[in-house]
């Protein structure tokens, strides 16, 4: 059973750094992409990036190329969101998610597996 648990969100200002984790567990993880999105409220849920579990190559939002950057530890089967800069608008709950297959993965609907989230809040 695949669980994909997400940590390290919390309440911060403007400007500052922050990193997400993404535990993932239940089978390996060979030719998966793994995904960030985030949902803020009133909003749709919203791509943010995605790693080749097995190739690394990593792909992002407009909103967030430049300030975000995803990696991975195959041998602790972790994902990473590391965010820099980071500005009021991007206060929201913020998901891991995952999916076979090589596209680049900018759905949801793609996705088979998602973590419960993990909030973010960015204050001015």
């Known amino acids: 059973q695949v669980q994909l648990v997400e940590s390290g969100g919390g309440l911060v200002q403007a400007g500052v750094s922050l990193r997400l984790s993404c535990a993932a567990s239940g089978r390996t993880f060979t030719g998966y992409i793994m995904g960030w999105f985030r949902q803020a409220p009133g909003k749709e849920r919203e791509f943010v990036g995605r790693?080749?579990?097995?190739?690394?190559?990593?792909y992002y939002a407009d909103s967030v190329r430049g300030r975000f950057t995803i990696s991975r530890d195959i041998a602790k089967n972790t994902v990473f969101l590391q965010m820099n800069s980071l500005k009021p608008e991007d206060t929201a709950i913020y998901y891991c998610?995952?999916?076979?297959?090589?596209?680049?993965?900018?759905?949801?609907?793609?996705?088979?597996?998602w973590g419960p989230g993990t909030q973010v809040t960015v204050s001015s």
């Open positions: 790693i080749g579990w097995s190739s690394d190559t990593t």
């Open positions: 998610a995952a999916k076979q297959g090589y596209t680049i993965g900018v759905r949801a609907s793609e996705y088979d597996y």
